[in-house]
């Protein structure tokens, strides 16, 4: 589709048609990058969005593990008590 960009104040834009808005899933909030001359606009995703199932998936594999040991600290060692 070729559309024409807009003036908007300073700026220019362009106008999404409804029908290609829906498909795409977007709302409100986008967001806009460019990747190799190619202007990529997307819908917002929430900060951390899919971290739950991600977490969950990894437990069901067994490999929700620490990568590396932890490393005791003063309080662990000298102050804490069971």
């Keep these: 589709m070729k559309?024409?960009?807009v003036r908007i104040g300073n700026s220019r834009g362009i106008r999404l048609?409804?029908?290609?808005?829906?498909?795409?899933g977007l709302?409100?909030?986008?967001?806009v990058r460019v990747?190799?001359?190619a202007?990529?606009?997307a819908?917002?995703?929430a900060p951390r969005s899919g971290w739950a199932e991600a977490a969950?998936?990894?437990?069901?594999?067994?490999e929700d593990r620490l990568l590396s040991p932890p490393t005791p600290?003063?309080?662990?060692?000298?102050?804490?008590?069971?």
């Design 56 to 62: 969950k998936r990894l437990r069901e594999r067994d």
């Design 3 to 5: 559309t024409r960009l």
């Design 27 to 31: 709302t409100d909030e986008v967001e």
């Design 73 to 82: 600290t003063h309080f662990d060692e000298q102050e804490w008590q069971w």
């Design 39 to 41: 202007i990529i606009i």
């Design 35 to 37: 990747r190799e001359g």
């Design 17 to 24: 048609p409804k029908p290609i808005i829906e498909e795409a």
């Design 43 to 45: 819908p917002s995703m």
